[in-house]
């Protein structure tokens, strides 16, 4: 269910059947909505912050190729 004033931008995905996007709400472009969200709430996805989480190493290419 979508509430009144809510706004969804391309590339959200919503799930479930007893889905409720609450009022005033704001879904991110490429999120995925597995749960309800309440009213006046904003979701998004940062990429930053979920490449922070993994416990991986990375190593930069060498400066010059």
Known sequence: ??????????G???LGGKTVIGAHSVIGANTWVTE????NTRVSYSAYHAR??????????????
């Open 12 to 14: 959200a995905t919503i």
């Open 1 to 10: 269910t979508i509430e009144d004033d809510v706004t969804i931008f391309s």
């Open 36 to 39: 309800s969200v309440p009213p």
């Open 52 to 65: 922070s989480t993994q416990k991986v190493e990375t190593q930069r290419p060498p400066k010059g190729g």
